[in-house]
């Protein structure tokens, strides 16, 4: 009987210590699958179109890894199971942000062909008065009209670049404005200038 209290004894602590043993090994499935889910979201743009979701997830993978090194499995292995789902998330939100980028690009585009069409106008009323910079227009407007193209046909697929690329044609556009703008006041103070002195 005393054997047999001895046997149940020895395997319980046995037990107990496989259980320990198995809560205090590094979580490495766990930490795989997070970083899988991580790459799909990167691959998928999270980067770019779920960057919020994107910048949650990496605070809790940055805290399963901070746990890891303080040998904390346990809360390592929540915490890459936590990454892995938010992660999942940030992909999930990919295609909703994909479009709420597009939306803005594509009213962007609108805008910008609308000032594209007036600055055209306005360039060709003050062709004698460009003198000096109607190369620098030249070279501007053509790259202009080249990014509005490309942009267009980039809002589907790449809504992110085209967004961007609109955005440096805007800062073309508003400085050719200013520059218009100054063009056609110069003359008039020159004028009010001369008309003082006499």
Known sequence: MRMIKLSVFVLIVFALGMVLVSCSKPPGAEKEAAKKAMDAAMSAGADKYASADLEAARKVWDAAESQMKERRYKEAKESYIEAKA???????????????VADQAKAALKTFEVEWRKLRVTAKK????????KQAWTADAKAIKE???????MIVSAPAEAKAELDALKTMIDRWETTFKEMATSPSKAKAAKKKKS
């Open 147 to 153: 990014g509005l193209a490309r942009s267009k046909k």
């Open 86 to 100: 938010a992660f999942e998330k940030a992909a999930a939100a990919v295609e909703a942000g994909k479009k709420a």
């Open 126 to 133: 003050m062709e004698k008065k460009l003198k000096d910079k």
